[in-house]
């Protein structure tokens, strides 16, 4: 192993190590806010970071720290529920796309060029305000929107990979289309896929944010980062700390994301040739060459 | 190599970006005539852009308030009627005909002459444009001679001149609207001219030179829309505008301690208050809305959300107002949240799933809290829904630039909305546009008989002190019963750069820039 190889490995584990930190914290958030995240006291609106309250309170005298804290589990998870549902839909329908061809493929990849003729947050903002307000419609919105890329991706691998001589193999052997979709094809294209995905963590949750900044996001008085900068932004100059400390989840996850989405990347690369990404082996190999 | 081109190209980019943040350079040189020759343009920046075809809907807010037009009469501080393009008006015997006689010189921006017909034809086009108008006016007939215009009314009509005052009633030249859109270009008296108006973006106009109240003292006005307060607030403290009208209250406190600026401030006539939508299942019930309301905590909205911007109040009209007085109206609760749980525990109001939310029959307490983007209504509100779902009523909120849609579907139990409660010095427009039965304003669906009889007394009484009598009855019977919920008056304000002279809040809120607004020396 060489050595670049080795800290890329050091570096994966401990990015991986922090971003389950951060789920553990989303998770636990709720219990560790020190105050009540949603509870207006007035008298005690604008304060500077204190002991009582360690990143201040915003203009309705809530707990920044409580917030940002309580609105982890919203901006992260719903992130990375946007993630996951971009990355199945848009493989199913890439993968079906690229091995059965024909008229379906031939619609959904107009669909697809429509969808990526528009930059994705413009487009996300009119799903969303045709949806309305609301985190459940950001998040489809966000949804709708980010499939694409992961549909034409998964076709490209799997038109190269279903010529592959392996999947002619599994073919002779006598093996169902969803078989060799499962077992040979889905496999071997995943792994581009899920770099993608692992670098697009960090978008989503800028994107998200920004729809709850925009104010088609998440609703308030829900904890949410991106509404919580919204929501302070007014105060920018007499409060600085309202917005700055959600500002600054905000980078902080975002670069840890794209870290970790780096990390995977190097890590999924090949080492010893020179393909965008090695094959996973047919499991019949193992038995032996199988008979032609 | 390469990395030294790198750095130095670095380098030039950045220098780049820090000159493109340096300050601009001033845009007028100064002429070799000296500062008297200096041209005086001034830029006014707005957060609510308006039309400005007075007929058309409160478009013609933004025609007094930008200095185009003017009405026949005026308010003054106290709100009291007083001529403008008017000279004054009598009254007939039978209460039917006023006869207005008309301010001599008056030029419209044409040229034309403001004379009898001008403003009968001006009425006239207003009646038939605007039915807000054409109920508050209640005009019969108008007959014009000379200087003077005779209205008869079709039924005594105690506010006519107040009516008058209502920024709908500015006097167009109605013979020039062939082929023009008023909306972008009316003909009207005021100091200035529309020379270019783009909705929503800006508006530039000119001094009327035949201006019957003497020289404008601008050469050049440029009203420039930023619909977003806090940027308006930055535009303010870089000085891209000269005055700023509908700033976020957050940001007095940036300019009330920098003496770059100066604020003029008014108590004024309106009101932050609450509609409850009377169609939906809970807000049916009197006891609910009695809790709703002593959930407000309307001082500490007014005092903190609006850095003490709001009074807090239990009537529609300001104390200073006979018929608006606080004592009137003992029967409105005051803020009292352990009271409100209280009350809604002993109309059967409890949380029996144990899910953290009153129910009641069977179906959970929820509430669906809208309002729109005016300066402090956004804050009250969301302060408001805490208060509700701490009560253990399940509020959701939601926040519209523009509201009219929303209430029109009648998909709300809650508005929070604000309205100047006396736009023409008088209680008559407001409580019948917001408590009528059917009126337009009457967003809560409210319907009382022994309210629609005292209207209709109140729209035909003369007499003064019976008038506010009828006003505070009114206000009771609606009251009593929690039909609707006043929180607080407003104090507004425009803030501007040290030095400019003749701009200064009015208490009605319409009237800004006048012939005498000037910019800093």
């Given at each position: 192993m060489t050595r670049n190889r080795r800290f890329g490995r050091v570096r994966l584990i401990l990015l991986l190590t922090l971003a389950a930190l951060l789920c553990l914290l989303?998770?636990?958030?709720?219990?560790?806010?020190?105050?009540?995240?949603?509870?207006?006291?007035?008298?005690?609106?604008?304060?500077?970071?204190?002991?009582?309250?360690?990143?201040?309170?915003?203009?309705?005298?809530?707990?920044?720290?409580?917030?940002?804290l309580v609105g982890a589990r919203t901006s992260v998870f719903s992130a990375l529920l946007v993630v996951g549902i971009t990355l199945t839909v848009g493989c199913v329908i890439g993968t079906l796309c690229g091995y059965f061809g024909g008229a379906v493929d031939t619609i959904f990849m107009r669909l697809v060029d429509i969808f990526l003729a528009f930059p994705g947050m413009v487009l996300a903002l009119a799903v969303a305000g045709m949806l309305g307000t609301g985190l459940g419609n950001a998040v489809i919105a966000l949804a709708a929107t980010g499939w694409p890329q992961y549909a034409r991706l998964a076709r490209s691998y799997v038109l190269t990979l279903r010529e592959e001589n392996f999947v002619y193999a599994a073919r002779l052997n006598g093996q169902s289309t969803w078989s060799i979709l499962l077992r040979h094809i889905l496999p071997n294209a995943l792994r581009p896929l899920i770099v993608t995905a692992s670098l697009s963590i960090g978008g989503t949750i800028l994107g998200l944010a920004g729809l709850s900044f925009l104010g088609l996001g998440a609703l308030p008085p829900a904890a949410e980062w991106g509404s919580m900068l919204s929501d302070g932004r007014g105060l920018m100059q007499q409060a600085p700390w309202i917005v700055l400390y959600p500002g600054l989840t905000i980078f902080l996850t975002v670069v840890l994301f794209n870290l970790l989405g780096d990390s995977v990347r190097d890590a999924l690369a090949p080492a010893d040739d020179t393909h965008l990404f090695r094959k996973v082996r047919p499991r019949f190999k193992k038995k032996g060459t199988p008979t032609l | 190599m390469k990395k030294r081109l790198c750095l130095i190209l670095a380098a030039l980019m950045l220098l780049g970006a820090l000159s493109a943040c340096s300050?601009?350079?001033?845009?007028?040189?100064?002429?070799?005539?000296?500062?008297?020759?200096?041209?005086?343009?001034?830029?006014?920046?707005?957060?609510?852009?308006?039309?400005?075809?007075?007929?058309?809907?409160?478009?013609?807010?933004?025609?007094?308030?930008?200095?185009?037009?003017?009405?026949?009469?005026?308010?003054?501080?106290?709100?009291?009627?007083?001529?403008?393009?008017?000279?004054?008006?009598?009254?007939?015997?039978?209460?039917?005909?006023?006869?207005?006689?008309?301010?001599?010189?008056?030029?419209?921006?044409?040229?034309?002459?403001?004379?009898?017909?001008?403003?009968?034809?001006?009425?006239?086009?207003?009646?038939?444009?605007?039915?807000?108008?054409?109920?508050?006016?209640?005009?019969?007939?108008?007959?014009?001679?000379?200087?003077?215009?005779?209205?008869?009314?079709?039924?005594?009509?105690?506010?006519?001149?107040?009516?008058?005052?209502?920024?709908?009633?500015?006097?167009?030249?109605?013979?020039?609207?062939?082929?023009?859109?008023?909306?972008?270009?009316?003909?009207?008296?005021?100091?200035?001219?529309?020379?270019?108006?783009?909705?929503?973006?800006?508006?530039?106009?000119?001094?009327?030179?035949?201006?019957?109240?003497?020289?404008?003292?601008?050469?050049?006005?440029?009203?420039?829309?930023?619909?977003?307060?806090?940027?308006?607030?930055?535009?303010?403290?870089?000085?891209?505008?000269?005055?700023?009208?509908?700033?976020?209250?957050?940001?007095?406190?940036?300019?009330?301690?920098?003496?770059?600026?100066?604020?003029?401030?008014?108590?004024?006539?309106?009101?932050?208050?609450?509609?409850?939508n009377l169609n939906r299942p809970f807000m049916q019930d009197p006891a609910f809305r009695r809790a709703l309301c002593m959930a407000v905590d309307k001082d500490s909205y007014g005092k903190i959300l609006l850095n003490g911007a709001g009074t807090p109040t239990k009537s529609a009209f300001p104390s200073s107002l006979s018929y608006g007085d606080d004592a009137l109206f003992e029967d409105v609760p005051d803020y009292d949240p352990e009271g409100a749980r209280a009350l809604l525990l002993e109309n059967g109001y409890r949380d029996t799933d144990g899910d953290g939310y009153l129910d009641k029959g069977g179906q959970k307490v929820t509430l669906r809290v809208v309002t729109y983007t005016r300066a402090g209504l956004p804050q009250s509100t969301q302060a408001l829904v805490s208060a509700l779902r701490d009560l253990g009523i399940d509020a959701a909120y939601q926040q519209y630039e523009s509201i009219s849609q929303a209430l029109q579907s009648g998909d709300y139990d809650l508005c929070a909305y604000s309205f100047v409660t006396a736009p023409t010095g008088d209680a008559y427009a407001f409580l019948s546009h917001t408590m009528g039965t059917g009126k337009g304003g009457n967003y809560g669906r409210y319907s009382n008989p022994e309210v629609e009889a005292l209207l209709n007394q109140l729209a035909t009484e003369f007499d003064v002190a019976k008038r506010a009598e009828y006003a505070v009855q009114i206000q009771k019977i609606a009251l009593a019963d929690s039909s609707y919920c006043f929180m607080f008056h407003l104090n507004m304000f425009m803030v501007m750069k040290k030095g400019v002279t003749g701009l200064k809040q009015s208490p009605v809120d319409y009237y800004q820039i006048t012939a005498e607004t000037s910019p800093a020396a």
């Open positions: 989303c998770l636990i958030g709720p219990e560790l806010a020190p105050n009540d995240p949603y509870k207006v006291n007035l008298l005690q609106a604008k304060q500077p970071p204190s002991e009582k309250f360690p990143l201040g309170t915003d203009g309705f005298g809530r707990c920044v720290l409580s917030r940002i | 300050p601009a350079a001033p845009s007028q040189t100064a002429s070799p005539g000296g500062a008297s020759k200096k041209p005086k343009s001034f830029v006014f920046g707005v957060y609510n852009f308006t039309k400005i075809d007075p007929s058309d809907n409160y478009n013609g807010w933004g025609t007094l308030r930008y200095g185009v037009g003017e009405t026949l009469f005026k308010l003054d501080d106290n709100l009291n009627v007083v001529p403008w393009l008017a000279l004054g008006a009598g009254l007939s015997e039978d209460k039917l005909t006023w006869t207005i006689t008309l301010r001599d010189g008056v030029l419209f921006h044409n040229g034309n002459v403001m004379d009898g017909a001008a403003v009968k034809a001006s009425l006239e086009r207003l009646i038939a444009a605007n039915e807000r108008a054409a109920s508050e006016l209640m005009i019969g007939s108008i007959a014009a001679e000379g200087n003077t215009v005779s209205i008869t009314t079709s039924q005594p009509n105690p506010t006519l001149l107040n009516a008058l005052c209502d920024p709908y009633a500015c006097i167009v030249d109605v013979s020039a609207e062939d082929g023009v859109d008023f909306n972008l270009y009316p003909v009207c008296t005021g100091p200035y001219l529309v020379k270019s108006f783009t909705p929503d973006v800006e508006a530039h106009l000119e001094p009327f030179a035949q201006y019957w109240g003497g020289t404008p003292a601008l050469n050049h006005l440029t009203i420039k829309a930023i619909p977003d307060v806090d940027t308006l607030a930055l535009a303010m403290q870089n000085g891209e505008v000269d005055a700023a009208y509908g700033l976020s209250y957050d940001t007095l406190s940036l300019f009330s301690g920098d003496d770059r600026f100066s604020i003029t401030q008014a108590a004024t006539a309106r009101v932050y208050m609450l509609f409850f």
